[in-house]
Structure formats: C-alpha cells, structure tokens
Nanobody, 125 residues
Framework: VQLQASGGGSVQAGGSLRLSCAASGSSSGPDAIGWFRQAPGNERERVSCINNRNGRTYYADSVQGRFTISRDNAKNTVSLQMHNLKPEDTAKYYC???????????????????WGQGTQVTVSS
C-alpha cells in the first residue's frame, strides 16, 4: 500500500486547509486511515482517523469541532478538512493506514502499518 498526502500550506490563524491522502496498491482499499502530526521537538500525535468499513471517525480533543475527516472509497482517498486553524496546529501532517480506529480511540503510531510522506501545515498568528 502506498499513501500520498497532499494539501498542506501556509495560512493565517482562523484560516482553513484541506489535506488529502490517496491510497494505492490495495484492491479493496485500506480498512482505516489516520492522520498524525508532528511539530519540531514534539512527539508525533494522533489527530483523526476514519474506519473505511463502517465510517466511524475519531478526533483528538485538540481538533474536535474544527477538523472533519471524510472518505471517498471509490477514489481510495481520505480528506481532512481543517477550519479555524491555530498556530499550535503547525506541524507536519502524516497519513497512515491499517491501524485501529474507533469512535472512542485511535491507535498510536506504531500500530499503523503504512505511512505517507507528510505534508507541512504552517499557521501564523
């Protein structure tokens, strides 16, 4: 499975960005895709995930109500719509697949098997 993340960029606080993760190499598509992010000097943290089989989603408390994850199974693509961005959202965002994803929780990074290359999001105040 190959994952290609895109859509990062630079915005001012309060702005919006939409990230996409395109999956290839799997005839049935990944069971779940998650987004992680890592700011310089920080550990990689969980952001959101979607279970592509049942549509259930998870959001970290820090992004709940501002970010929306969605899927297009026909295109094997998952998007992360980010609104009301804050400077603390600045990080490199990675999509990953085949890890645990339920409404209540998202598996940590070591539980995800395949990773995209990351896309930078920079939010200025």
């Amino acid at each position: 499975v190959q994952l290609q993340a895109s859509g990062g960029g630079s915005v001012q606080a309060g702005g919006s960005l939409r990230l996409s993760c395109a999956a290839s190499g799997s005839s049935s598509g990944p069971d779940a895709i998650g987004w992680f992010r890592q700011a310089p000097g920080n550990e990689r943290e969980r952001v959101s995930c979607i279970n592509n089989r049942n549509g259930r989603t998870y959001y970290a408390d820090s992004v709940q109500g501002r970010f929306t994850i969605s899927r297009d199974n026909a295109k094997n693509t998952v998007s992360l719509q980010m609104h009301n961005l804050k400077p603390e959202d600045t990080a490199k965002y990675y999509c990953a697949s085949e890890g645990p994803c339920t409404t209540a929780s998202m598996g940590p990074e070591h539980t995800y098997t395949y990773w995209g290359q990351g896309t930078q999001v920079t939010v200025s105040s």
